[in-house]
């Protein structure tokens, strides 16, 4: 790349910040739900990793409920939230894994790379891992690129990094 040059990055990733914030909001709503007093619902977090215990498929997906309202008030896209299928626990209790997506893999980057370059647009795009770095000698062009890009229905989130 010249010096010349400018870029950006095309990424699909979460806030793990925003998804702290939203199961501690999620955490504080399950322990004053009246309906569920009493029952052994928990929202476990250890790092990237969240686990929900519940009593009952009933329990569980009023749990489940109250994460994914918790996730989208707090700017998770509802694409990258992905649920794991419930497995028994201990006693009676159900487990169930909470996973986000993210990264575009290589078999989504390569259509994306091709909408661009089928969108008539001066720039170059190529993969870098879970990554797509777009680059062009205009400012202009790369703008165009990102509104282009914003007007895509795409079935994984985007946004846009590393503006140079």
């Excluded at 993969?127 to 895509?152: A, N, P, W, Y």
């Amino acid at each position: 790349m010249a010096a010349a040059d400018y870029s950006f990055d095309i990424v699909s990733r979460v806030d793990q910040m925003e998804v702290k914030n939203a199961m501690g909001q999620a955490d504080k709503e399950l322990s004053n739900r009246y309906d569920l007093k009493g029952s052994k619902c928990e929202i476990l977090m250890e790092k990237e990793d969240i686990t929900v215990l519940a009593d009952d498929e009933f329990r569980l997906d009023q749990v489940k409920d109250i994460i994914f309202s918790k996730l989208l008030k707090r700017g998770i896209d509802h694409r990258q939230i992905e649920w794991g299928t419930p497995e028994p626990a201990t006693g009676l209790s159900l487990r169930c894994k909470l996973t986000f997506k993210s990264g575009i893999a290589q078999d989504k980057a390569k259509p994306l790379i091709k909408q661009i370059k089928d969108a008539g647009l001066k720039v170059n795009a190529q993969i870098q891992g879970e990554e797509v770095r777009v680059s062009s000698k205009s400012k202009d062009d790369l703008q165009k690129t990102i509104t282009f890009l914003k007007g895509l229905d795409l079935d994984f989130p985007i946004d846009f990094v590393n503006f140079r």
